[in-house]
């Protein structure tokens, strides 16, 4: 896996009272504050601590090696605080890591906001070594006994639209029902694009209860009261559905960063639909995703909204971006396709083909398009298999399967 982590064991002493020492990973990009706390940790006994000089690329690199190895891992707030907070939050998902911060601010909002995310401990710059020693005391009365292995995280892909109507939901609800199906794992689609999401109706799907019952449960939603949230779509995947009727509803982010924490322990697989709900951009539907596709068109204004997109939310490596023009026509474009290029500042790593016959035929059947064969089918299978890893060859053949299934 590729990461820009580079561990450099700096301590290693006697054994804890559990028997043998915790793992500690300090993590900082700042040198200065890096140093500060490898030189407070260096005396206390008992404890094995590597040092990384900077954050993690992403944040599944983080779920995935730091939960499995370290027993507390110390993030500094300072260098990037936003991508720091949404780091404690990833790591304590797990439940078996304690996770510290420390900064030079002794902020009471900043404090809140990191035991929200999940901290254990606050400390702040310079550190004091007796502080430091109380703090990993707890910490080391919080490990577990014996450690199983941790259950891996479901994958996370969010479809967001630049403009209304530009096609997100159908494309959404096409991958995962085609994410379903080829990955044979256990796969979950939610509808965020509150509060008129319609991704239940592109499916056929007639829902008891919503996403927003989930939202405003909070003090119960585990992965039991979700599944008695969900309804099964023929295809296999399993479904989040927005209301049927309109709520005027606005969504706390933690109510959002919860929903996606149960829904991603229970399932391999969750796809989530936005809309062009931008209210969510500093949620876990989009840091935490393995992917995030914008979907666009062609069209001036769609150009223009995934431009100032792009610029704003995209210009680093975190979340990973994917472009997927959306009905595109190869020729007769209004707009030329080295222009489209210009306008989204790099090309589009997904083109769906124009087929409203077959996008109309769909949305009154409410058979998903993957169930048939088509280039919109052709093109999302693409999509999925890039994602499972599977060769063009195996996605083929599947292809063939499905059709014969569904058509006999």
Not at 140 to 147: D, I, N, Y
Not at 156 to 184: D, H, I, P, R, Y
Not at 221 to 232: A, N, P, R
Request: charged share 20%; proline share 4%.
């Amino acid at each position: 896996m590729a990461t820009n982590f580079s561990p450099h064991l700096v301590n290693s002493i006697a054994e804890t009272i559990s028997g043998a020492p915790i793992s500690i990973a300090l993590i900082s990009p700042n040198r200065r504050h890096r140093d500060a706390a490898a030189q407070a940790l260096a005396g206390c006994t008992g404890y094995e601590v590597s040092e990384f000089s900077s954050y993690p690329m992403r944040l599944d690199d983080a779920s995935e090696i730091m939960d499995q190895k370290f027993g507390v891992v110390i993030i500094d707030l300072d260098g990037d605080p936003e991508f720091a907070l949404a780091l404690v939050e990833s790591i304590s998902a797990d439940g078996f890591a304690t996770v510290m911060v420390y900064s030079e601010s002794a902020d009471p909002e900043l404090l809140v906001r990191c035991m929200r995310a999940g901290a254990r401990e606050f400390l702040t710059l310079p550190l004091e070594q007796k502080l430091v020693e109380e703090a990993l005391l707890r910490a080391a009365g919080r490990q577990p006994v014996g450690r199983t292995a941790k259950k891996r995280v479901g994958k996370l892909f969010a479809f967001m639209a630049s403009k209304g109507g530009a096609g997100a939901t159908t494309l959404a609800c096409n991958f995962a029902v085609a994410l379903a199906k080829e990955s044979q794992e256990k796969t979950l689609l939610i509808d965020l694009d509150l509060p008129l999401g319609d991704a239940a109706l592109n499916l056929g799907v007639t829902a008891e209860f919503s996403t927003v019952d989930a939202l405003e449960a909070t003090d119960r939603l585990d992965t039991q009261f979700l599944s008695q949230l969900l309804v099964k779509h023929s295809s296999g995947l399993w479904m989040l559905a927005a209301p049927g009727k309109f709520i005027p509803y606005q969504a706390a982010n933690e109510a959002i960063n919860q929903l996606l924490n149960v829904a991603r322990n229970e399932f391999d697989n969750v796809v989530v639909d936005l809309g062009s709900q931008l209210e969510m951009m500093d949620t876990a539907a989009y840091r935490e995703a393995s992917t995030v596709y914008l979907v666009t068109q062609s069209g001036i204004p769609e150009l223009r909204n995934a431009n100032r997109l792009i610029q704003q939310f995209f210009a680093g490596a975190v979340p990973k971006l994917e472009i997927v023009l959306n009905r595109f026509e190869s020729r007769g474009q209004s707009v030329p396709e080295e222009h489209v290029t210009k306008a989204l500042t790099r090309p589009a790593q997904w083109k769906i083909p124009n087929d409203y016959a077959a996008v109309r035929n769909m949305q009154i059947s409410a058979t998903p398009l993957v169930l048939t064969d088509s280039p919109i089918s052709r093109q999302v299978r693409k999509m999925v298999s890039a994602v499972t890893g599977k060769s063009e060859t195996v996605a083929k053949n599947k292809k063939k399967i499905f059709s014969l299934s569904f058509l006999g």
